[in-house]
C-alpha cells in the first residue's frame, strides 16, 4: 500500500533577477588568418573608473578555459596574491593549426612566410621577430 504525502511549497523570489556578468563576448577578424574568432574579455571590477594600467592574460582555447580562470584570477586577486589583470581568451578555430609549430625552415618562417599554412604559434613568432633579426 502506497501512500502519498502532500507537503506545502513556500518560495521567495526576487521582482527581477539580477544577472551576474563575468566578461563579454566578442568578434573579431583577423586579416592574417582571413577568419572570424570569438573573443571573451574579462576585465577588473571598477576598470572604466580606474586610470590605471593592467597586465594582460592571453588564453588559449579560452571558450573551454574562460569561466574558470575569471573565477581563479578573481580569488587571488581579491587575496592579494596577484594583481587584477584583464583577461582575453580566444577561440580557437583549428587546434592543430592554431597551437603546433610549422614544418618549414626557420629561415622560411621568417623570409617566406604563407600564414594560412603555419601554426598560430609561428605566425607570433614571425610578427615579433620580423626586423630584429
Keep these: ?13 526576487q521582482d527581477t533577477p539580477e544577472a551576474i556578468t563575468i566578461g563579454k563576448k566578442l568578434k573579431f577578424y583577423s586579416e592574417v588568418l582571413k577568419e572570424e ?14 586610470e590605471e594600467s593592467f597586465p594582460v592574460l592571453y588564453l ?7 569561466h574558470h580562470t ?3 584570477v578573481q580569488f587571488l586577486a581579491q587575496n592579494g596574491r596577484i594583481p587584477d589583470m ?6 580557437n578555430t583549428e587546434r ?5 609549430p610549422p ?6 618562417i621568417f623570409y617566406n612566410v604563407s600564414y594560412p599554412k603555419l601554426g598560430m604559434v609561428s605566425v607570433s613568432l614571425t610578427v615579433l621577430c620580423r ?3
Design 1 to 13: 500500500m502506497a501512500t502519498n504525502f502532500l507537503f506545502p511549497v513556500v518560495t521567495f523570489s
Design 37 to 50: 574568432r570569438l573573443l571573451f574579455l574579462y576585465l577588473p571590477s571598477g576598470y572604466d573608473q580606474l
Design 60 to 66: 588559449l582555447d579560452g571558450d573551454a578555459h574562460f
Design 70 to 72: 575569471t573565477g581563479t
Design 86 to 91: 584583464i583577461i582575453v581568451a580566444i577561440q
Design 96 to 100: 592543430t593549426r592554431d597551437l603546433t
Design 103 to 108: 614544418t618549414q625552415t626557420d629561415t622560411d
Design 131 to 133: 626586423g630584429r633579426l
